[in-house]
């Protein structure tokens, strides 16, 4: 006979939740009654006596001063004796296992609960769980692009760009490519994940390094502003990535979309709170995560090595950092380690490689005018990290931060569209990465006085008119539209993310409400913030659509046009590192400058 | 020898359930070689108050003591446990296990979380032959913890910052938890809980019938009110509770109080079948304060020797402050009462 459930709002007005649920058991075939809301306790505990419920489910919006009204619900009950023969289980908005437990509940149901836990439990079953529904896959948004370029004469000097520079690098190399080679070669990951030595690997290694990565492995000295954790930190660490599984469930926030795909960042110096930013992110439908390093790093020969915290912004970069990070990540959690823009650019890509993750990030011209690593030597290590992310099969977004330093879109897109066609002539598969914020080019120019769509909708359709090529605008998205109030600062996440969406692009990078004015680590509160607002610009804006206006479309030709011409100067200059030097793809009126990190460490093989 | 069950039992949230607790730890760690066992019907030990974001005392368990817990509570402790048997108690917070403590440490301790529940888990523990068992309360929750042999009440600022007002309302509380027990005399009639009008004329038909009543379930204050009202017609009735909790939960305390007044002056006599033992009233000045322009919660307290001397004076059980005190006083309570069990 199947059995009797009563319903029963423990409160003056909502009920809803309780009509779901009651439609659900009623489907499943069974017996229910559902009580109108604002009864005493009294009524209801007499009701499940006169109607002889096998099962209660009350819900209750939890408020100030609930708990007391509930404890003695759960109280009257028992002493009335019903408890004896019938289990009771709260529902609401509130309601976690932990406090059902304090209140004397027999089961919880909280937000994200299913008719199938009700069912389980009004069976009196243990509810498993399905964790396929819930179990995100790890999804390569390159997969279907052709990389074709689509327009006839930006191919050709893409073509002829790609074959000066592949002719400039032939048989040059740097510290940073020997670091890598050997990483490649010489280190056994497999060795190395089982705890075997590995001194043949770094008797080499060091003699390539700076000497303050040097002193660490000829005498043992840390970076100054990095210590080691302890065991006990790491015994502490486990125990919260175990404790973060028992309840974690990943899910989507696309509502009806598959794209785009979701990223957060995360590099607090400390690993350890990466990680538990990295589980609120996946924990709130992050799609993946995207690891920053200091700057430093980018300026240093060589990585350290062992399980590091760094006092400053930006977590460092070593085997043991990167894999503790992996080991705490959801398996359908993209990863990204950043090899864009330093001296270890070649080597990150290996070390990624190695350990797991799914994304670099590679651009020699971000990094040559706008991050401060000299044009050859990051031409140079930029080929080799190619050929690496190409060997490693890891997709490398190509970012135009040079935008932020003022270089015109199209003189980035320029750059950035070298890189990707470069990228597929190496067997790689590139990501076009333009901003899609606020950015000084727009300030200076006004494409952004009026709104910030139409310039970011030119951006994504220029870019598409060209190459047949996966988009992720970034990084963040509405940088710099974004102020202190957190209010203020997800309602421009929520805008740009719909804009995205509506414009079909693969993925996006999102901000934390506190990123620009934090004045220290970002907090998980603000993480959250971005997070649940780009989920709700989703559920707004499910499938719908957006047409260019008129703007939009003539700043897109204007790019495309830009690009042409910027490319033109380029095969015309015959020399890319020149072309660099020069200016052609962002000037120092524009705010870009030939970096010096690295001078003169090109050297024939 | 028997095991001896002793519940701590709350007025409120925040009252000092979890202090007093350890204070007894404190004092059997130091004593006579006791065994002990612990549960809770709650959810005790956690490092932050789920209401107000506010940290609370956590409870250290020694090796050798059993402990009958949710699995999940395992998962936020780092004492470990040897398991020795599954409950066959299913919580919100997962099964219920029953383990022995081998390595110290704190404990979330979260156990059957109500009075049928709690009695197997109870005789569970006994079989494994401990010396005393301890409940931990949950809020004001007070029903499940008729299945322990003596209680504890923990009450103080939280409940109700205004002292003398505390003071009454405890004074009651404890006349109401040591109501005598009553035999039943004559003509004897039973009735289930009295939870609607039609529930009371049914009982009143059945109190003008009989000599005894008995009532085996709970009562709702208004009814209980209806009873004092028609008293003139129920003069030298037995009304025979099943315990003193069902009284307790009958509505607001002193209301509750003033109308039992009201029956016996009448010339009813009110009893229960089981008695409860109360050993003692700990008090706790600690409230947590609402910041209106925060927020948020803070620590903040009343008079700490003025609720003590109230409190004292208003219930007639031995009353302490186990942080200022220590917990001497209440375990020697607990052992006085141990002796004669």
């Known amino acids: 006979m199947a059995k009797k459930i009563l319903l029963a709002p423990v409160d003056p007005v909502h009920d809803i939740g309780l009509k779901m649920v009651n439609r659900g058991l009623r489907e499943a075939g069974y017996d229910t009654v559902l009580l109108p809301p604002d009864l005493s306790t009294e009524e209801i505990i007499q009701a499940i006596i006169d109607e002889k419920a096998d099962t209660a489910v009350l819900s209750r919006t939890l408020g100030y001063g609930v708990a007391n009204l509930l404890a003695r619900f759960v109280d009257l009950a028992d002493a009335a004796g019903i408890r004896e023969k019938v289990r009771i289980a709260i529902g609401g908005m509130a309601v976690r296992p932990e406090l059902a437990q304090e209140l004397g509940f027999d089961a919880s149901f909280g937000p994200g609960s299913t008719v199938e836990e009700t069912i389980a439990f009004v069976e009196g079953k243990e509810f498993i769980k399905d964790t396929n529904l819930s179990r995100k896959q790890a999804r390569d948004m390159t997969e279907g692009y052709s990389y074709k370029v689509k327009h006839g004469r930006i191919g050709e000097l893409l073509e002829k760009t790609t074959d000066m520079i592949l002719a400039w690098t032939e048989g040059k190399t740097s510290p940073g490519v020997e670091r890598a080679i050997l990483r490649d070669e010489l280190w056994d990951v497999n060795k190395w994940r089982g705890g075997q030595p590995t001194t043949g690997f770094f008797s080499e290694y060091a003699g390539l390094c700076d000497e303050i990565v040097r002193n660490y492995y000829e005498k043992g000295e840390l970076h100054p502003k990095t210590r080691r954790f302890t065991d006990k930190d790491v015994e502490k660490l486990r125990a919260h990535v175990e404790r973060s599984r028992v309840d974690l469930q990943t899910p989507s926030i696309q509502h009806t979309l598959k794209k785009p795909i979701i990223f957060n960042q995360y590099g607090t110096g400390c690993p350890y709170m990466d990680i538990a930013h990295i589980k609120a992110s996946e924990a709130y439908g992050a799609d993946g995560v995207v690891h920053f390093d200091p700057s430093w790093g980018a300026r240093t020969e060589g990585f350290f090595d062992g399980f590091l915290t760094h006092q400053e912004d930006g977590t460092v970069i070593t085997p043991d950092n990167l894999m503790h990070i992996c080991e705490s990540l959801e398996k359908g959690t993209l990863w990204q380690v950043r090899a864009h823009r330093g001296l270890n650019t070649p080597e990150t890509v290996v070390l990624a490689g190695k350990l797991g993750a799914h994304l670099t990030k590679i651009n020699i011209c971000y990094g040559s005018l706008g991050a401060g690593t000299e044009p050859a030597r990051l031409t140079v290590d930029g080929v080799a990290s190619i050929r690496y992310a190409a060997k490693y099969k890891l997709p490398f977004d190509v970012v135009t931060n040079e935008e932020l330093c003022g270089v015109p879109a199209y003189k980035a897109f320029a750059g950035m569209l070298i890189v990707a066609h470069l990228g597929a002539a190496l067997g790689g598969r590139s990501i076009l990465q333009p901003l899609f914020c606020y950015s000084p080019e727009v300030m200076i120019s006004g494409q952004m006085e009026d709104n910030y769509v139409d310039f970011n909708a030119a951006k994504i359709t220029a870019l598409r008119s060209i190459m047949d090529a996966p988009i992720w605008p970034g990084a963040p998205i509405g940088f710099l539209t974004q102020d202190e109030d957190r209010v203020q600062s997800s309602t421009t996440t929520a805008l740009h993310t719909g804009l995205a969406a509506m414009l079909g692009v693969d993925a996006i990078s999102i901000a934390s409400s506190d990123e620009a004015y934090s004045g220290g680590p970002i907090t998980v509160p603000s993480k959250v913030d971005t997070l649940r607002s780009a989920a709700e610009s989703f559920r707004f804006f499910g499938q719908s659509r957006m047409e260019l206006g008129r703007n939009a479309v003539q700043w897109s030709e204007e790019i495309v046009s830009g690009i042409e011409s910027v490319l033109e100067q380029v095969v015309e200059k015959g020399d890319f590192v020149q072309a660099l030097y020069d200016g052609i793809l962002g000037n120092r009126e524009d705010g870009a400058y030939p970096g010096r990190n690295g001078l003169n460490t090109v050297t024939q093989k | ?341």
């Open chain 2, 1 to 341: 020898m028997k095991t001896l069950v002793i519940g701590i039992a709350g007025t409120a949230k925040n009252t000092g359930k979890t202090t007093t607790l350890s204070s007894i730890l404190k004092e059997i760690k130091k004593g006579p070689g006791l065994s002990l066992a612990l549960t809770s019907i709650g959810y005790d030990g956690e490092s932050f108050d789920n209401v107000t974001g506010l940290p609370k005392p956590r409870i250290h368990v020694r090796p050798g003591a059993l402990v009958a817990v949710s699995e999940r509570g395992l998962l936020f402790s780092s004492a470990k446990l040897e398991l020795i048997r599954e409950a066959g108690v299913m919580t919100p917070m997962g099964k219920v296990v029953i383990g022995r403590v081998v390595k110290q440490g704190k404990l979330v301790l979260a156990g059957p979380n109500n009075r049928r529940e709690l009695r197997l888990v109870l005789d569970q523990l006994e079989a494994l032959g401990v010396d005393i068992t301890i409940v931990d309360g949950a809020l004001s929750r007070i029903a499940p913890m008729v299945e322990a042999d003596a209680l504890v009440l923990s009450t103080g600022a939280s409940r109700c910052r205004e002292i003398p007002r505390l003071a009454e309302e405890s004074g009651c509380m404890a006349d109401i938890l040591t109501t005598p027990a009553l035999e039943s005399r004559g003509r004897v009639e039973q009735v289930a809980s009295i939870l609607n009008q039609a529930g009371f004329n049914a009982f009143f038909e059945k109190c003008l019938a009989a000599d005894t009543v008995r009532i085996q379930g709970v009562i709702g204050e208004k009814l209980l009110a209806m009873i004092a009202d028609r008293s003139a017609q129920l003069v030298g009735k037995h009304l025979v509770f099943g315990d003193p909790m069902k009284l307790l939960l009958a509505g607001e305390i002193k209301s509750v109080h003033r109308i039992l007044d009201t029956l016996e002056k009448g010339g009813i006599r009110v009893g229960v079948e089981k008695q409860v033992r109360l050993l003692a009233v700990t008090v706790n000045p600690y409230f947590p304060k609402y910041r209106y322009n925060k927020g948020d919660y803070e620590a903040d307290y009343v008079d700490k020797d003025e609720l003590l001397r109230s409190i004292t004076e208003s219930v007639r059980v031995p009353c302490f402050d186990v942080v200022a005190q220590g917990g001497q006083g209440v375990f020697g309570e607990l052992m006085r009462f141990r002796d004669s069990f």
